[in-house]
């Protein structure tokens, strides 16, 4: 387990966090240019080594429904990687797509000719019929099969 200095030094070697104290000796660090209102990258980094990691819903993490990964047990390299797809996710994957095939809105339809809209905004999947809010998920995924167990498939125009 790499203790709290180690992880500190770690952290701060990514220029692009802001660090910022919090109570309790915990420390947050804070992308600033996220596209989202979202900038916490890690949150409650504590002297004792715990401290959790936002990944949101990146599938190749068990986050919790915060989209936070612990990481008390982590190695260097785990870190730098949750670290590092943190800071790609709050930029909306600007060195690579998170998806390539999930965009940010679809229409989707059901056999009725009923159109809903599924939409990202603010790190949510929103579905919309018309200007009305139907439902909001933390991930595509979730979106995506409540639309299909509501009988909604993606439009084909």
């Known amino acids: 387990m790499l203790t709290f200095e180690e992880k500190q030094a770690i952290i701060e070697s ?3 966090l802001t660090r910022k104290e919090v109570s309790m000796k915990r420390v947050n660090y804070h992308y600033l240019d996220s596209l ?3 900038t916490t990258v890690v949150y ?4 004792n080594g715990n401290g959790f990691v936002f990944v949101g819903d990146l599938q190749e993490y068990q986050a919790d429904k915060k989209g936070l990964i612990n990481i008390r047990d982590t190695s260097e390299e785990e870190l730098r990687k949750a670290i590092t797809d943190s800071i790609q996710y709050l930029s909306e994957g600007e060195e690579g797509e998170q998806d390539s ?12 000719g009923h159109s809903l809209i599924l ?9 919309y019929a018309g200007l009305n809010l139907v439902e909001s998920f933390t991930s595509y ?4 099969s409540y639309l299909q167990e509501e009988g ?3 439009a084909k125009d």
Request: hydrophobic content about 25%.
């Open 152 to 154: 909604f498939e993606p």
């Open 14 to 16: 990514y220029p692009q």
């Open 119 to 127: 939409t990202c905004e603010e790190m949510l999947w929103n579905i």
């Open 36 to 38: 989202y209102d979202k």
């Open 141 to 144: 995924n979730d979106a995506e």
């Open 101 to 112: 095939v999930v965009t940010s809105e679809s229409e989707w339809r059901d056999q009725e």
């Open 44 to 47: 409650h980094l504590h002297p």
